[in-house]
């Protein structure tokens, strides 16, 4: 069973420093990773997607891919307290009719 | 990012009534969307994946006459709750994906459904 797998928290981070969160998923053939926020109450909102092997970086996130280990990971530096939320991570698994595997997520909490 | 809208946000309706949810992509044609349901501090649950002009492919356990889904054209896909009871009362949220190689989905800003 295809299986993307996330600590569900929560994660207690200080305010200004950089919180790690992590993914592993099962299927080897995943092609592509997605993290997503969702604030309580809300939609998830994406925040990154990434394909190749390596870091990708958008302002304050950076994330990260390993294919060879099967993980994923998101960095956020200068973590505010609005970036308390959860963290969805999502693996597409062909052939999926473009249907996402989704992780439990996990729940960040900044610290001021 | 592409902008997807949801309506309405919120509905409160009588039990054994029909509640229709209408998702459109706003500034994009989306050749697939997805209908997903998320009770309280649970993760998401996929209900069903439509394609613009077929019928809708429904996770196991979701009843298909229960939970219609139409998805008539490029920006619109529609989910009738019907006969709705409180067991149904969620947050109902729907995605969209484009056809591009970025196999990105966009997220509606939901809709809470109360059954009474």
């Known amino acids: 069973q295809k299986e993307v797998e996330q600590n569900s928290g929560p994660l207690s981070v200080p305010e200004g420093a950089i919180a790690s969160l992590n993914c592993t998923y099962s299927?080897?053939?995943?092609?592509?990773f997605f993290w997503y926020r969702q604030y309580s109450g809300k939609s998830p909102e994406l925040i990154m997607s990434i394909y190749s092997n390596g870091d990708k970086e958008d302002g304050r996130f950076t994330a990260q891919l390993n294919k060879a280990s099967q993980y994923v990971s998101l960095l956020i530096r200068d973590s505010q307290p609005s970036d308390s939320a959860t963290y969805l991570c999502a693996a597409l698994v062909p052939p999926s009719n473009y249907q996402l595997i989704w992780g439990a997520g996990t729940k960040l909490i900044i610290k001021p | 990012g592409a902008v997807v809208s949801q309506h309405p946000s919120r509905v409160i309706c009588k039990s054994g009534t029909s509640v229709k949810i209408e998702c459109r992509s706003l500034?994009?044609?989306?050749?697939?969307m997805f209908w997903y349901r998320q009770f309280p501090k649970q993760s998401l649950m996929l209900m069903a994946t439509s394609n613009e002009g077929s019928k809708a492919t429904y996770e196991q356990g979701v009843e298909k006459d229960k939970f219609l889904i139409n998805h008539a054209s490029l920006t619109l896909s529609t989910l009738t709750v019907t006969s709705a009871h409180p067991e149904d009362s969620s947050f109902y949220i729907c995605?969209?994906?484009?056809?591009?190689?970025?196999?990105?989905?966009?997220f509606g800003p939901g809709t809470r459904l109360t059954v009474t």
């Open positions: 995605s969209a994906y484009s056809g591009g190689l970025s196999y990105e989905q966009y």
């Open positions: 500034d994009f044609q989306a050749t697939t």
């Open positions: 299927d080897r053939v995943s092609q592509s």
